[in-house]
Nanobody
């Protein structure tokens, strides 16, 4: 099995910053991609940002220029630096990872449990 554990959420004022982390552990042979998604109350889950093993990144338009995704391949960890936060960024942020497991060599997508980010004055 593979586990993803997020940390770094919390309450921040508009214009503030937070840094989320997500560490993957368990039966991992390799990780092809990692990403962050968010879900606000009453809304569907939406993409925030993704990063593939080669380092190429992809961002949703509503976070471009404010959020930065990065990855520590040696530690199977993905980060999301969030700057200039807005109240509309309030949501539960979840990470996922596309993993080739060991020793089964099966490719599956795993999700973390989510961390709450609240932007409010």
């Amino acid at each position: 099995q593979v586990q993803l554990v997020e940390s770094g959420g919390g309450l921040v004022q508009p214009g503030g910053s937070l840094r989320l982390s997500c560490a993957a552990s368990g039966s991992i042979d390799s990780i092809y991609a990692m990403g962050w998604y968010r879900q606000a109350p009453g809304k569907q889950r939406e993409l925030v940002a993704t990063i593939i093993s080669g380092g190429r990144t992809n961002y949703a338009d509503y976070v471009k220029g404010r959020f930065t995704i990065s990855r520590d391949n040696a530690k199977n960890t993905v980060f999301l630096q969030m700057n200039s936060l807005k109240p509309e960024d309030t949501a539960v942020y979840s990470c996922n990872a596309v993993v080739r497991t060991s020793p089964q060599s099966i490719v599956r997508t795993y999700w973390g449990q989510g961390t709450q980010v609240t932007v409010s004055s």
